[in-house]
């Protein structure tokens, strides 16, 4: 046995873990459907380099790790694309045919190269009805896995995919499925909620109600009015404080009343206040002009 000698089976572990480890120093991902498509949503502070992309006329593309790799891979799916929808026809590409295409160069570069690409990446199409939707993740090693309703990739996949399974459900509005993939992406290990703003956010739809191009990104007024949209629903949702119990104390150097129980006189004092009933926000105002404060650190690797 040469010295330094790895088994194969050792060193595909190895580059699965080291893959791993590279994958969950980045930021969560998210795509899910709703009623008029699909959205995808990643916490993203660069306005340059792009986490979700489209593909082609109905396909989107989202990703997470290395820059430089999922980028690579992007433009070979554009290519593959153009130049099947070129030769045959338009109907042709599909979702499903793209992910079986960055499947077989991923698991060649896991098996072939000494370091494996760290990426996940999904790749969504909008059909003409809620069943016809397709998503589809791809992992680091060639896997693909169709992933009905939803999904969540990179980073701490596993608790943000837990957050977001608990506020799922079909046929949700564009609100909705925003402030269900916004709670999912801010919820930490300990139950607590961070917060994001809308310079932090890259956020994109397959619109279903589109003729041709359905990809279209959600940017500035429009991501702050979705923003403020789910924290006024949440803020409904959320239990009224309710009123204490029992009646008014009198006054601590008040007169009590009579033990015949005589009324008071006509001309009697207002009753105190707390006697008055309780008071507060109205229950359905919110305060558009709040924005969403902080947000965490860049992660050493943030795409």
Not at 176 to 194: D, H, I, K, M, S
Not at 224 to 239: H, V
């Amino acid at each position: 046995m040469p010295f330094g000698y790895v088994s194969p089976a050792q060193a595909m572990r190895d580059k699965a873990e080291f893959a791993r480890q590279g994958i969950a120093r980045g930021r969560s991902c998210v795509t899910l459907q709703y009623e008029g498509g699909i959205l995808m949503m990643a916490p993203n502070t660069s306005s340059a380099l792009h986490k979700i992309s489209e593909i082609y006329d109905r396909i989107g593309f989202a990703a997470v790790g290395r820059y430089p790799e999922f980028e690579t891979l992007r433009k070979a799916g554009i290519t593959y694309a153009d130049v099947a929808g070129y030769q045959f026809d338009r109907r042709d590409v599909t979702a499903r045919g793209i992910a079986i295409y960055y499947a077989q160069n991923l698991g060649t570069i896991f098996t072939e190269s000494l370091k494996p690409f760290e990426v996940e990446i999904v790749v969504a199409e909008v059909g003409t009805r809620p069943e016809a939707d397709q998503i589809y993740r791809i992992t680091f090693d060639g896997s693909v896995n169709d992933e009905p309703g939803f999904v969540a990739f990179g980073g701490q996949a596993d608790q943000v995919s837990a957050a977001l399974k608990e506020r799922y459900s079909p046929g949700m509005s564009l609100t909705e499925a925003f402030g269900a993939a916004l709670a999912a992406l801010t919820t930490t290990g300990n139950g607590e909620r961070t917060e994001l703003t809308a310079t932090q956010l890259e956020v994109a739809i397959l619109d279903r109600t589109r003729d041709h191009r359905a990809f279209r990104r959600i940017r500035a007024a429009r991501l702050e009015e979705l923003i403020a949209e789910t924290r006024s629903t949440d803020g409904k949702s959320a239990p009224a404080p309710e009123a204490p119990a029992g009646g008014p104390e009198a006054p601590a150097g008040g007169s009590a009343p009579s033990a015949g129980g005589s009324a008071p006189p006509p001309g009697g004092s207002a009753p105190s206040a707390g006697s008055e009933p309780a008071t507060g926000p109205d229950r359905g105002s919110t305060d558009r002009g709040g924005g969403v404060g902080g947000g965490d650190a860049t992660p050493p690797n943030p795409l």
